[in-house]
């Protein structure tokens, strides 16, 4: 059974920062791009950081560049996403997602549940 169980999400203030974790199992962890997604209420989901497989290259949208950081450990089949500076519109559902083709574009073929974090002013 294919599983992506993100943790990490929670409550902070402005200027603060949050480690995202993503575990993935279930498939083969190597041969997926991991993706890093994010919904606020009434909004389309936003794709901000993804991470490619073997190489490693990393891709942010532009309002997270600079502050959030996307790393993968293929030992322990893990993606975490380490967000610093947080601002109140960084306060979103967040969800990683696996897949083939990677980017942020939400064509991804797994999806976690959601952590939620909340940025308070």
């Known amino acids: 059974e294919v599983q992506l169980v993100e943790s990490g999400g929670g409550l902070v203030q402005t200027g603060g920062s949050l480690r995202l974790s993503c575990a993935a199992s279930?498939?083969?962890?190597?041969?997926?791009?991991i993706g890093w997604f994010r919904q606020a209420p009434g909004k389309e989901r936003e794709g901000i950081s993804c991470i490619s497989t073997e190489h490693g290259d990393e891709y942010y949208a532009d309002s997270v560049k600079g502050r959030f950081t996307i790393s993968r450990d293929n030992v322990k089949n893990t993606v975490y996403l380490q967000m610093n500076s947080l601002k109140p519109e960084d306060t979103a559902v967040y969800y990683c997602a696996a897949g083939v083709r990677g980017g942020l574009d939400p064509r991804y073929d797994y999806w976690g549940q959601g952590t939620q974090v909340t940025v308070s002013s």
């Open positions: 279930g498939f083969s962890f190597d041969d997926y791009a």
